[in-house]
């Protein structure tokens, strides 16, 4: 797990951001998800959309400010963490395209507050799969569904230009 403060709201507390590989239980996270069990008060994410923790941080970063100002479109901070990672505004395309699927196998989690130990734990109970660097999680990258959800041209092959369309795009969603 790694911990992080966002620089423009630093009161509202760290962000964590864990990852987890051969998860078993998908499923039942994604049925609870959608039961809204409190106890899931954490972004899952399928991690095969996530090239890097900075479009995580951004996503995180603008579902804080509109938490903050009382503009979610979601239900909570997490689930508009979830919506902010998708160039579209349609709630429902966001939640299936970024969140997790019953198939997903490498998933990251994104929590909101905290005590970093206590998330750490907490998440040991909930997921059923092996924790990893978070660096790892651009090893279960699909290069093909990126380029597909942010419609980045096939021509575009350089991994730092593609996070930069996708930062450009979260950034771009939130101003509209």
Not at 38 to 56: C, G, H, N, P, W
Not at 85 to 110: C, D, H, K, Q, Y
Not at 134 to 148: L, Q
Request: proline share 1%; aromatic share 8%.
């Amino acid at each position: 797990m790694q911990t992080f403060t966002l620089e423009l709201y630093p009161t509202r507390g760290h962000i964590h951001i864990s990852f987890y590989k051969n998860v078993t239980n998908a499923e039942e996270l994604r049925k609870r998800l959608l039961a809204h069990d409190q106890e899931l008060s954490y972004a899952f994410i399928d991690a095969k959309v996530v090239m890097d923790r900075f479009q995580l941080l951004i996503a995180a970063n603008d579902a804080v400010h509109h938490e903050l100002h009382s503009l979610l479109k979601t239900y909570n901070v997490h689930s508009e963490i979830v919506y902010n990672l998708s160039p579209t505004t349609n709630i429902n395309e966001s939640l299936r395209r970024f969140g997790i699927s019953n198939s997903s196998t490498s998933i990251v989690v994104v929590k909101v507050g905290g005590n970093a130990e206590e998330v750490k734990s907490h998440l040991s109970t909930l997921i059923h799969g092996d924790e990893a660097d978070v660096g790892e999680f651009s090893n279960s990258v699909d290069i093909s569904s990126i380029k597909k959800y942010y419609k980045i041209d096939n021509k575009v092959t350089d991994q730092k230009e593609m996070l930069d369309i996708i930062v450009g795009s979260i950034a771009i969603k939130s101003v509209s």
